[in-house]
């Protein structure tokens, strides 16, 4: 089993900034061995997949309406991976998560790849 927990999420105001975290935790988990993935889910909206690190060789991916603003980055000393998200914007707003999986290899943003799943951080942009 794999235990995921985000934190970091709140409020903030357009323009503004937040780092969300992910401690991943499991008998014998090591961090880099596992793609993980950073997914939101707004009100009525279905789950997307926004940025994704890879296990193969540490490739990052993000979707195109976060390119230049969120950066995805692991401590595999900690078991941690980040979302540093920057000039966040109203459309921002959702709950996020982040996941796993233990047979995937490189990386995907299709949720359906992943197996596990964090509890979900909620951020909030507006003024």
């Known amino acids: 089993q794999v235990q995921l927990v985000e934190s970091g999420g709140g409020l903030v105001q357009p323009g503004g900034s937040l780092r969300l975290s992910c401690a991943a935790s499991g008998s014998g988990f090591i961090l880099d061995h596992y793609a993980i993935g950073w997914f939101r889910q707004a009100p009525g909206k279905e789950r997307e997949g926004i940025s994704c690190?890879?296990?193969?060789?540490?490739?990052?991916y993000y979707i195109d309406s976060v390119k230049g603003r969120f950066t995805i980055s692991r401590d595999n000393a900690k078991n941690t991976v980040y979302l540093q998200m920057n000039s966040l914007k109203p459309e921002d707003t959702a709950v996020y998560y982040c996941?796993?999986?233990?047979?995937?290899?490189?990386?995907?943003?299709?949720?359906?790849?992943?197996?596990?799943w964090g509890q979900g951080t909620q951020v909030t942009v507006s003024s």
């Open positions: 996941a796993t999986d233990r047979i995937l290899f490189g990386a995907s943003l299709d949720p359906n790849e992943y197996d596990y």
């Open positions: 690190i890879s296990n193969s060789d540490g490739s990052t």
